[in-house]
């Protein structure tokens, strides 16, 4: 989790009814199915070919706390099939890392330092780290159903309830309009105990043939945070950027006893 | 002889939190013109102040972290001052009818920070020169009816000036200390925070922008009067800014002092900043080797709560909660965060060896958390006063006129349960501020620390207390009375 201040601090969760709340759903419109919905997701971001198509991706961007005043950099990489790196960069805070490299979960930031990822945390970032994540394969869920016809910031969408293979319950949300996702409720493991985190994609934009919102809202405990993407390109990264940092390599040697 | 001074910037480490003092101990009572306000001729229109309350209302309305606002009739609120505000015809009355709403609530971390302030300064453009903020090297407290000197910089003017500690500060640009004081009688029930004011706020007089001059007098502990003329140079530290938060100066000193048969490792810094963090991981590094260490917190108004975290995974081998946060919407534990791993990648751990930690009066918010989080567990002993009693976490956000409002979304306990906010955290040892100590060189709180350490370092060292922990009683350290 990004730090607020406290000063403060701090974060709160958007009380998910605020933005998900069930709509009447009349009787003659059953609702489609979660294999159903999720197919024409992955149809309408330029099909499973298309997304699965590309070895590595890597955006850039900022990351923003309007309401705080505050902003940074970010750059999100992935590879196939389940390696990933964030990298914020946040004036007056310094660099937050967090990866996951197929095996080992971990972060790196300024305040709380180094640390392996663990227990749901670490489920969390493996099961989202992988490519198959991006269409919502089944194999990485136990269970996914259709909830109900909802409404997330402020657009109608299917709520579908996604168990995933770990045990994590998620519920994604997906545009009967557009078939696309439209975001997304989780409960976040943090050191700090468990957020609430209600997650809003939006402006969409088609790139390398796969349509992928530039700009993700993550609202929790009362703040909102924003990823804007500036550019998104396919198959130019570098496999050395999965590597593990040295801090971290410290604590693997250290955990094993080395 | 005149002062020479451009109009003064606030002590910008300090302005967040004279800005949240400003609720609790009653609006607009500031001797002068502190970092509240700003002084301003800015016009507004009836539309633009009823937008800038609104919104500030309804921040607070919807993230305030009780739904009862504590008893206080919050609409009522509104309702009183909202047509005041709508017929203020200044950013200055407006940030007036502001203030009186969030001191209703009579809690900390609620305060208005006027636009010029907040964008005062770009920390990246900070070069030292004329027109920053400066400083004279005097840190002030308020001890009895006196303010005096209780720390001069080892390079500020007032330290060639010959001014020392224990000094009392009789007057400051033609304004007496006994006007500045003032303010004390008015609030007695929140005589602490009052005094953080007054110090604050005298501090903030005695400095300028470097170059500008300040006629100050002081009264050394013979009873002489020594008039001087005081010079504004560059602030020490690191300039970092923060979000909304203005540009402060984060300062660390470190030094490795006599304790027991050994060392202590005594650390000081100013503020909860992230700046601080690579000095303070070389001097843990460099002085682990003693017998304890002494963090040294007074005069800190706190920072970026998430620090006390990380820096007390320097003491703590087990994650363990510092104190509990509840908003509206769920509850969050600060928790420590062991270190493990040096930042260029050597295997560390952390320190478990007697740890002390000294308030103060200033010491507020994070400062708060941090001490109150490790007292509770065990894991330290504190020394000193009992600290301001500003513990709500706190976000700063823009108002519509670039104002930046800063409101409490938290209420927070240590791991006891104990309520830190209007309390305090109170030491395990209570080593009180005098002005015969200060004029002798004595610091009775660090002595009371290091003695501690000298004893505990000789034995085991004392272990976190895990289970069932029971607040320590305050003791009286050689032979002190407790107040």
Known sequence: MKWPMTLAPAAAVLAAACLLTAAPVAAQDPLPSAREIIERYVEAMGGREAVLGHSSSRSTGTFSMPAAGISGTLLAQSAAPNLTVLRVEIPGLGTSLTGFDGEVGWSVDPNLGARLLEGNELAALREGSSQLAAVRDPSLFQERETVELAEMGGEACYKVRMLWRSGRETFDCFSPETGLLVGSISRQSTPMGEIDVVTLMERYSETGGVLAPTRIRQQMLGQEQVMTLDSIEYDVVEPSVFDLPEVIRTLIRDRQGG | ?483
């Open chain 2, 1 to 483: 002889m005149p002062s020479h001074r451009s109009r003064p910037l606030p002590r910008l480490a300090k302005a967040l939190f004279l800005a949240a003092a400003v609720a609790p101990v009653g609006g607009c009572a500031s001797p002068g013109p502190g970092p509240g306000i700003a002084p301003g001729p800015a016009s507004i229109s009836e539309a633009e102040a009823l937008e800038v309350f609104d919104f500030a209302w309804t921040r607070i309305h919807e993230s305030y972290y009780d739904t009862t606002f504590r008893g206080l009739d919050w609409e009522g609120v509104r309702d009183e001052l909202r047509p005041v505000a709508g017929a203020s015809s200044s950013a200055d009355g407006l940030r007036a009818v502001l203030l009186d709403m969030l001191s209703r609530l009579g809690d900390s971390h609620f305060g208005v920070i006027p636009a010029e302030h907040a964008d005062a300064l770009n920390p990246e453009e900070v070069v030292g020169g004329a027109g920053e903020p400066g400083t004279v090297g005097l840190e002030l407290r308020v001890v009895g009816d006196r303010i005096l000197v209780s720390r001069v910089g080892p390079s500020g003017s007032g330290q060639r000036a010959g001014v020392r500690p224990g000094w009392g500060v009789e007057s400051i640009d033609g304004v007496p200390a006994h006007q500045l004081l003032a303010v004390l009688d008015d609030i007695p029930e929140a005589r602490r925070l009052a005094e953080a004011r007054v110090a604050w706020g005298a501090e903030s007089r005695l400095a300028g922008r470097v170059g500008d001059t300040t006629v100050a007098a002081f009264r050394d502990g013979g009873g002489a009067l020594h008039p001087l003329v005081l010079v504004s140079e560059p602030m020490p530290g690191v300039p970092v800014r923060f979000g909304n938060l203005p540009t402060m100066f984060s300062l660390l000193e470190a030094e490795e002092v006599p304790a027991g048969r050994g060392c202590a490792a005594v650390i000081r810094f100013n503020v909860w900043m992230t700046p601080i963090l690579p000095e303070l991981e070389a001097a843990f590094l460099a002085m682990r080797h003693c017998q304890g260490f002494v963090l040294d917190l007074r005069g800190n108004p706190g920072g970026v709560a998430g620090m006390a975290m990380g820096v007390s995974g320097y003491f703590m081998t087990e994650q363990r909660p510092l104190g509990i946060m509840t908003t509206r919407q769920g509850v969050l534990r600060l928790v420590s965060m062991p270190r493990r791993v040096t930042a260029d990648a050597q295997p560390m751990e952390p320190f478990t060896g007697p740890l002390a930690i000294i308030v103060d009066g200033q010491s507020m918010s994070t400062s708060e958390i941090f001490a109150a989080g490790l007292q509770a567990l065990g894991r330290a002993r504190v020394f000193g006063e009992p600290s301001g009693g500003q513990a709500l976490p706190a976000l700063m956000q823009r108002l519509p006129n670039q104002d930046v409002l800063m409101h409490a979304f938290a209420d927070f306990v240590d791991p006891q349960g104990i309520r830190i906010e209007g309390r305090g955290v109170i030491p395990d040892v209570t080593v009180p501020l005098s002005r015969d100590d200060l004029l002798t060189g004595r610091d009775a709180a660090l002595e009371a620390a290091l003695e501690w350490i000298g004893v505990a370092g000789l034995g085991n060292p004392p272990r976190e207390r895990i289970e069932d922990p029971s607040p320590e009683r305050p003791t009286t350290p050689t032979g002190r009375e407790q107040p």
